[in-house]
C-alpha cells in the first residue's frame, strides 16, 4: 500500500469519518491451466525474454509455473510481479502524464479553481457502480506517489488488483485536497475503469472455460499505447498475456506462409524457426494453420522448434480432430484455436480439447466497469480562500 503523505487536519478528518469496509470477495476464480501458463518470461526456453527482463530484481523476474492448485496468496504473487515487468512506477507515471496532459492540467482547471478553496480538503471513495474485477489501482496509486501532489492526496485501496468487487463496493479511500483530488479524478478513473473493464470480460471467458484444461489468452488488438496496461489487466482477470510485441516471440501466421505448399510447410518452418531462435531468446514459436494436412506437416518438425499449432477459425469438430492428431502423434505441440472466439462459444471451444484459446474481444471489446468517485459532504472542510 501507498500513502502519500497528508496534514494532520486530512489524518484527523479520516479518523472522524471512518468507513464501513464492505466484505473483500477475494480474487477472481482462475483455473489450474490458466495459472500455470501465466508466465512473462519464455515459456518454453526458460532464459530471460529480453534484457530488460534479464536485468530486474527478484521481485519482477518471469514468473514461475505453478504446477498444482494455486496456494493461498499466490495470484495476488503472480499479479505483483506482472506489475512489476509491465506497469514499472515510471511506465505508470508516464501513462499518468500523458492523460493529464490531455486535460491541460498545466493550465489549471477553471471549474475547479473558480468554485474550491485551496485549503479545501475532502474524503471520498472510489465505489464501484456495478460488479466485476478490479484492475489497475495497485500501479496508479504508486504513480499518483510520484507526482507533485504526492503530499496532497492520500488514497488507502480496500481491494487489490485482481479482487472481485460488489456494486456498490469501496475500492479506496481517498483524503486530501479537494481541488487536486477533482483534477486528478477523471484522468484516474478513466484508466482504472478500462483496466477493470478488462480483467472483468477475461474472468468471464476464463470461468466459462473453468471445467476444461484450456487457458484463455490475449492478443495485440490493444489500443495504442495502451498495451502494457490491458496486458496487465488481462493477468488480472485470470488470463494470460501472450507476446507482448513483434520481438519476444515468433508467430508465423498466413500471411508469412503465403504461398508455401502443404509439403515445403515442414522444411520452411523447421528452417525459420530456426533462425527466429538463434536471433534472440523467445517466449515460444507459434504458426498458424487450417487444415489438417497443414498440422500433418507441422507435426513432422521435431519438438522444441514449434511450441503452439495455431488453429484458426476451425469448427469444433475439427479442432477435435486436430487434438486426436496431435494426441496419437505424442506431440508435445500445444495447440491453440484462434478466431471468431465469444463468450458464446468458448466454452463448446475448449471442450474440444485445445490447451489455449486465443481472444482480441477481451482487450478490444470489453466495456469498462463503472465506478464512479463519491464525497462524503459531511466530511469536507470549507474554506473561503482561494
Known sequence: MVRAKTSLAIF???IVLGHEEMPNQGPATRPD???QSINLGPVVTGSAADDRLQSMSDASRPLDSISS???????SDVIQRAEAQLLSVEVTSDLLNRTLAEDEIELGDVTTQSMIGVLEVLVGSFVARQSGVLAGLQPLIKAIGQTKWSSDISIEPALADGDRVAAGQEIALVTGKSGVALELERS???LLCLGSGVASLTSKFVEAVAHTKAVICGTRKTIPGLRAWQKYAVICGGGEPHRMSLADAAMFKDNH???IKVTDLADRVRTAAREARRSRPLKFVSVEIDTLDQLKALLDVEDGLVDIALLDNM???RLADCVALRDQSRSH???EATGNVTLANVAELAESGVDRISTGAITHSAQWLDIGFDIDPKAALRSGAR
Open 188 to 190: 484516474v478513473l478513466n
Open 12 to 14: 484527523a478528518l479520516a
Open 257 to 259: 506462409l503465403a504461398g
Open 315 to 317: 469448427s469444433v469438430d
Open 69 to 75: 492448485a494455486p496456494k493461498p496468496g499466490a495470484l
Open 333 to 335: 505441440l500445444q495447440l
Open 33 to 35: 491451466a490458466s495459472i
